[in-house]
């Protein structure tokens, strides 16, 4: 691999509702950050990233375009599903309306992108549950959540003096039910021939997995003679003779902001 930054450049974009955490995926991805409250996004925003397949023992540059959740900005987004080979379908997994939409998204992106794209739903923001471990999730709708002690609330002219109880208190607020369980997202999922993850744009849990996993999915079915690999135009070949200056730090940039 002397000389090579990268051997394929995709065209990733990366779907859902609004306020599900595309933009907040995106950033995790290129930035290795959290943003507590981002901008929504208008019309589209962009983001590049070297990731490793050991598998393939390939570098693939990852190019993302974060689409737009609202309707007002639909016709620009779909301009941006042509060409790409790796979607992001994103959902919250604690906003069944969220995954439901998810079916109107996908369709859309079927209609308007190549028909051999690969598509990875993630079900983002499990740090928000009880449980935020996806490999436990097997088990979420048989077994009861953990019981836990109930504090009463100090008197209102009589403060806790203890400023890190309240902390904790109010982290433990910010906690939400899931209400989408891990079996039905990967059913559904199997069903639409979808890949799928649980992540955390927060913590970064499966973050970078999600992209990986659609990647190797890509890589295989170029392998395979399903994508044609320099002549599909979500896929790029890095030419041996090509002198890349690649950065080393992510790019990110907007769209019709």
């Known amino acids: 691999m002397a000389g090579i930054t990268w051997h394929y450049v995709f065209k990733f974009i990366i779907t859902g509702d ?13 930035d290795q950050r959290f943003l507590v409250n981002p901008d929504p996004t208008l019309g589209v925003e962009f ?14 540059k990852l190019q993302c375009w974060d689409t737009a959740g609202t309707e007002s900005f639909r016709a620009i987004t779909r301009s941006y599903y042509r060409g790409a080979a790796g ?15 998810a079916r109107t998204w996908l369709a ?27 490999a436990a999730d097997a088990t979420a709708s048989t077994t009861p959540p953990t019981s836990t002690a109930i504090v009463p609330s100090p008197p209102r002219l009589n403060p806790s003096p203890n400023p890190s109880k309240r902390g904790s208190a109010a982290a433990s607020l910010k906690r939400k039910a899931r209400e ?5 997202a990967a059913l559904w999922a199997k069903e639409e021939g979808l890949l ?6 927060k913590s970064g849990l ?10 190797q999915d890509i890589l295989i079915k170029i392998r395979n003679g399903v994508f044609d690999d320099d002549r599909s135009p979500g896929i790029k070949l890095s030419k041996p003779n090509t002198n890349l200056t690649m950065e080393q ?6 769209c019709c902001s």
């Open 196 to 201: 799928f993850v649980e992540a955390s744009a």
């Open 180 to 184: 989408v369980s891990y079996e039905e």
């Open 18 to 30: 609004a306020a599900v955490g595309k933009s907040s995926l995106l950033i995790r991805l290129t």
């Open 47 to 60: 983001g590049s990233k070297l990731i490793t397949i050991p598998e393939e023992d390939k570098i693939v």
């Open 108 to 134: 859309d992106v079927r209609e308007h992108a190549d028909p051999q794209l690969t598509c990875i739903l993630v079900g983002n923001k499990v740090d928000l549950c009880e449980d935020s471990n996806p």
């Open 206 to 215: 499966n973050v970078e997995l999600a992209f990986v996993q659609a990647s």
């Open 87 to 101: 979607c992001l379908l994103v959902y919250d997994v604690t906003s069944r309306k969220s995954f439901m939409n």
């Open 249 to 254: 730090n992510p790019a990110r940039s907007s």
